[in-house]
C-alpha cells in the first residue's frame, strides 16, 4: 500500500516538472551571458586549455609515446610471447605484433628484451598496430654497413653458403657477396671450408642502386703482407737461398710464395731431367727451399730454381764414357728430326732421323721410336762442355752398302717397294738401307708420263734393272722399262714409212685428230690429212686407211695420213697415163733408123743409083 503511495507521488513530481521547463542562465540574464561569452571556444568546438597545462601535457606526449607518422626505426620492449608472435610495447596508443619468424636468428628471445622495430601497419583491420622488426634491422644494417664502408671499419661477417664464383655472407642481416678472388691472398682450392664460420670483412663496394654490398677478407691481410713484401723485396739477391710454400701449379711452371712475395719457378728449372707437368715434381702447399736466379728492377717479377741447388747429371756422368760405347735409354722427346733418349738422369742424347736407319730416304722420327720406348745406341759425338751428345741406332747393324756391288751389280734384275715420288722420278727400296731411284722417262718403253704417281702408288712393288752404281756417293741408278724389250724396235717395222693401216679416228684435237693403232701406238693425223676424196673431212668415230707418213722411234711420234692415200692412187695413175702418153708418141715418132734409111734412099736417088 505503503509503495504504491510513493510510486504515485514520484509520478506526480514529474508530472509537475515537465509542466514547468527550467530557465538558462542565458534566458535568465541575457545581457551578462552575451557579455560573457567565449567566442573562441564556440569557434574552435573546445574549452580552451591553461598553457601551462598544455605544455605540461605535451611533455607528457613526447616522453612516453611515439610519433606513429613517420618511418623512422624506434626501440621497443617485448611484453609478451605467444606460439606465433611477439608482442611489442613502443609507448604507442596500442602494442605493436611482431612473427617470430622474423627472430629466427635468436632464439633466445624473452619478455624484457629491447629490440629495433619500424611501424609496417599504424591500423589493420582489427586496428592493431603491426611493425617489422627485419625492415628495422635491415634499416639499421644498411647505415652500419654505409658507414662500414665509409670509415673503413672492419664488420664481422657469417658465410651463409657457396655461389658462383665466392661466398654469400651475412653482414648485419644483409646478404654480401665474397668473391673468390677477396677470400685469401692465395687462390683458395676447398670453398667449403670457410662455410658456416664468422669472419672478418671490410666492405669494398656498394651498389645501392640494385641493393649489393661486396666484402672482402682479402683486404684486411694485405696490408700486413705489403710490408712483409717490402721487407722481402728488398733483401733479395740473385743467388739467395729461400724457403717458400708451392701455391699455384700450372702447365708452365710453379708459383711460390716466399712470404707475401710470388716467384716461379719455370718448368725446365724444377728438374735436371726432362718433365711433361711440374706435378711430376711438386705439390700443392709443399714447402721448398728456392734459389733466386733473376728478378726485375723493380723486383715484382722473381724468377725461381729447384734444380740448381743439386748437382748438374752432366757433372756426374762417369769418365769413362766415350764415343763408340753402346748406351741405353728412354725416349722422351720425339720431333720431326730426331728423338732425344735420356740415357741417365738428366742427361739426354739426340738420335738425329738420318742415324735411325741407314736408308739415305730420310722419314720421320715417329716412323721408328716412340716416347717412352727403351732403345739402345750407339755414342757418336760427345761434348761435356757444351753438355751435348749425339747417338745412333743404325751403328747396331752393318752398313748394307760394305758388298753392294757384289749384291746389286750393274744389269742385275731385282724386285723393290714405292717408297717416295718427286717430280723426276720414283725412290724404291730395295731393302732397308738400299734405295735407288727410277726416272721418269725409265719407266716406261710407250707412255708418256708427266709424274710418276700417273704409273704406280707408293708401296707398289716394281721389278728394276741397276742401270749404275755410285758406291762413294751411295747412289743406285734404276730402270723399270729396261725389265722389258723396246717394243718400238718392233714398232719401227711394223709401222715403217708408207705402211697403211686401218683404224678410227679416237679423239679431234687441236689442229687436226688422234688414231690409235695399238694401245702404245697413238698417231697424229694433221688436219690438212683429214680429208677425204670427196672433199668432206673425217669424223670422230669413223674409219678409214691411214698411211704413215712419218716414223721416230727416239720421241715417240707417228704422224699418219688419210689423204695420201687415195692422193697416192691418183699420181699413179697419172703416172700410168703418163707413161701410156710416151709409149704411144714414140711409136707415133720416127726412129732414127727410119731417119737414116730414108735419107740413105734419098742420097741414093740423088746418085742415080736407082
Not at 687462390?187 to 662455410?195: G, K
Request: proline share 2%; net charge negative; glycine share 6%.
Amino acid at each position: 500500500m505503503a509503495e504504491n503511495e510513493n510510486k504515485a507521488e514520484v509520478e506526480a513530481t514529474e508530472a509537475k516538472t515537465a509542466q514547468t521547463p527550467e530557465v538558462s542562465e542565458a534566458q535568465a540574464n541575457p545581457e551578462k551571458f552575451l557579455k560573457e561569452f567565449n567566442w573562441h571556444n564556440y569557434q574552435e568546438g573546445i574549452d580552451e586549455v591553461d598553457d601551462q597545462q598544455l605544455q605540461e601535457f605535451e611533455k607528457l606526449v613526447a616522453e612516453n609515446f611515439v610519433d606513429t607518422l613517420d618511418d623512422e626505426v624506434v626501440t621497443g620492449e617485448v611484453v609478451h610471447i605467444t606460439d606465433r608472435d611477439a608482442i611489442i610495447d613502443i609507448n604507442a596508443k596500442s602494442e605493436g605484433v611482431i612473427s617470430l619468424n622474423e627472430f629466427r636468428y635468436n632464439p633466445d628471445l624473452k619478455v624484457g628484451d629491447k629490440v629495433e622495430v619500424l611501424i609496417d601497419v599504424r591500423e589493420d583491420a582489427t586496428g592493431q598496430l603491426v611493425l617489422s622488426h627485419r625492415k628495422a634491422r635491415v634499416i639499421k644494417a644498411w647505415d652500419r654497413v654505409n658507414k662500414a664502408h665509409e670509415t673503413g671499419e672492419i664488420v664481422n661477417g657469417f658465410v651463409k653458403c657457396r655461389t658462383k664464383g665466392g661466398m654469400i655472407v651475412d653482414v648485419f642481416g644483409i646478404e654480401a657477396f665474397l668473391p673468390g678472388s677477396q677470400i685469401d691472398v692465395k687462390p683458395i682450392r676447398d670453398y667449403d671450408q670457410y662455410v658456416n664460420k664468422t669472419m672478418e670483412f671490410k666492405v669494398v663496394k656498394i651498389n645501392h642502386e640494385f641493393k649489393n654490398v661486396v666484402v672482402s677478407h682479402k683486404a684486411l691481410i694485405e696490408a700486413d703482407i705489403e710490408e712483409q713484401k717490402k721487407e722481402i723485396i728488398g733483401q733479395l739477391e740473385k743467388g739467395q737461398v729461400l724457403e717458400g710454400v708451392v701455391k699455384n701449379i700450372t702447365s708452365y711452371g710453379v708459383f711460390i710464395d716466399l712470404g707475401g712475395v710470388d716467384g716461379l719457378i719455370h718448368i725446365t728449372d724444377l728438374s735436371w731431367s726432362r718433365i711433361n707437368h711440374p706435378n711430376e715434381i711438386v705439390e700443392l702447399d709443399q714447402k721448398l727451399n728456392v734459389v733466386i736466379l733473376d728478378f726485375d728492377e723493380d723486383k715484382s717479377r722473381i724468377q725461381l730454381g729447384l734444380k740448381q741447388l743439386s748437382k748438374h747429371p752432366w757433372e756426374a756422368l762417369a769418365d769413362e764414357v766415350k764415343v763408340g760405347d753402346k748406351v741405353k735409354g728412354k725416349v722422351v722427346v720425339i720431333a720431326d728430326y730426331g728423338a732425344f733418349i735420356e740415357v741417365a738422369d738428366g742427361v739426354e742424347g739426340l738420335i738425329h732421323v738420318s742415324e735411325m736407319s741407314w736408308s739415305t730416304h730420310l722419314r720421320s722420327a715417329q716412323d721408328f721410336v716412340s716416347v717412352g720406348d727403351e732403345v739402345e745406341a750407339v755414342i757418336l759425338t760427345l761434348d761435356r762442355e757444351d753438355r751435348k751428345m749425339s747417338l745412333g741406332i743404325k751403328q747396331l747393324t752393318p752398313d748394307p752398302w760394305t758388298d753392294i756391288t757384289g749384291k746389286y751389280p750393274v744389269g742385275s734384275k731385282h724386285t723393290g717397294i714405292v717408297r717416295n715420288f718427286t717430280n723426276f722420278g720414283v725412290f724404291v727400296e730395295l731393302e732397308e738401307g738400299i734405295d735407288g731411284l727410277i726416272y721418269i722417262s725409265d719407266l716406261s718403253w710407250t707412255k708418256k708420263i708427266k709424274h710418276p704417281s700417273e704409273f704406280c702408288n707408293v708401296g707398289d712393288k716394281l721389278d728394276v734393272v741397276v742401270l749404275e752404281l755410285d758406291v762413294e756417293g751411295r747412289k743406285l741408278s734404276l730402270g723399270h722399262k729396261q725389265t722389258t724389250e723396246n717394243p718400238w724396235d718392233k714398232y719401227e717395222t711394223e709401222f715403217a714409212l708408207n705402211t697403211s693401216h686401218e683404224a678410227e679416228i679416237s679423239e679431234i684435237v687441236d689442229k687436226g685428230a688422234t688414231v690409235e693403232f695399238n694401245e702404245d701406238i697413238v698417231a697424229f693425223v694433221p688436219a690438212r690429212h683429214l680429208e677425204k676424196e670427196d672433199g668432206s673431212k673425217l669424223k670422230k668415230g669413223e674409219k678409214a686407211e691411214f698411211k704413215i707418213i712419218e716414223f721416230n722411234k727416239e720421241f715417240k711420234r707417228v704422224v699418219a695420213s688419210h689423204t695420201a692415200v687415195f692422193k697416192e692412187e691418183e699420181a699413179k695413175i697419172v703416172k700410168q697415163a703418163a707413161r701410156k702418153a710416151e709409149a704411144a708418141a714414140a711409136e707415133a715418132k720416127p726412129t732414127l733408123g727410119d731417119a737414116n734409111d730414108a735419107l740413105q734412099a734419098l742420097k741414093d736417088k740423088m746418085d742415080g743409083k736407082k
